[in-house]
């Protein structure tokens, strides 16, 4: 639903939508807002990785990610967005102050397809909480993201395990030069599952470079989140 109209909205905000209270909000580093909300769980319970969305406004929706499930009750939800969008479900985000109420739109959780056992993950700054909440586990992936030079330097301090490239110009860039230079270089050759999270063109691209590179078609998920001069996905 990135854009539909009002009372359509009001419709799914009526049947999916979850009371929530923001408790947090803070930018960790530039380009970066967390946001925590003491949130009424949807059937099933909140998980890391599920996927929410807001209605920024009455006729648009935006979709974000559970990064961190928590408290006494698992009420409290997590998410780490990218501010680089600026339209309009960035504001919304930045406009949130602890106190503040609003609805959060989510179904049970429905995991993304994860295969293999040696997996590796890729993401940009828009993927990052959900990196964060599907590779956090114990299964020790290859997690590589790009993420804006400004910023990376706190994503390598605060996630020691994930291999943090500065973002070139153009989205994506850096990540498939590493992919490619990886690959060619006889690296991730144990990989048999991968997962390709944040620009459209770039997980596009990723895709039919491990493909090429013999990884089995079954076992790569992509998950398109943004492309240019798109509104909402
Ligand atoms: C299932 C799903 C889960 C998602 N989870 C998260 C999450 O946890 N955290 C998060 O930060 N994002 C997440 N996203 C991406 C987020 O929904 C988009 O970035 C969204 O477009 C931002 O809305 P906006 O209104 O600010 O910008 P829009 O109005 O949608 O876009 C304005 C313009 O900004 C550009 N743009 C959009 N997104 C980005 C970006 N990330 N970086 C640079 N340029 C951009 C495009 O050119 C677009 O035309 C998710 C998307 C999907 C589909």
Do not use: N
């Amino acid at each position: 639903m990135p854009t539909a109209p009002a009372a359509l909205g009001r419709l799914v905000e009526g049947r999916i939508g979850r009371s929530a209270r923001v408790t947090s909000v803070r930018a960790p580093a530039p380009g970066f807002l967390e946001v925590e909300m003491d949130a009424e769980a949807p059937p099933g319970g909140w998980h890391p990785g599920h996927e929410v969305q807001f209605r920024v406004t009455p006729t648009q929706g935006r979709r974000y990610t559970v990064r961190s499930v928590s408290g006494p009750d698992a009420r409290r939800i997590g998410l780490l967005a990218a501010t680089a969008a600026d339209g309009p479900g960035t504001d919304f985000l930045r406009r949130l102050r602890p106190g503040d109420r609003t609805t959060v739109l989510a179904g049970r959780h429905r995991p993304l397809r994860e295969r293999g056992a040696r997996r590796l993950y890729t993401g940009d700054a828009s993927a990052l909480g959900t990196l964060d909440a599907l590779a956090g586990g114990g299964s020790s992936p290859t997690v590589v993201v790009e993420v804006p030079a400004r910023a990376a330097a706190w994503v390598a301090e605060t996630r020691p395990a994930f291999h943090v490239l500065a973002a070139a110009p153009g989205p994506g860039a850096e990540l498939l030069r590493r992919l490619e230079r990886e690959l060619r270089e006889g690296a991730f050759t144990e990989v048999d599952g991968a997962v390709l999270l944040g620009h459209a063109g770039t997980v596009q691209r990723a895709r039919r470079t491990l493909l090429a590179a013999g990884l089995d078609r079954g076992a790569c998920t992509v998950r398109a989140y943004w492309a240019e001069g798109k509104r909402g996905l």
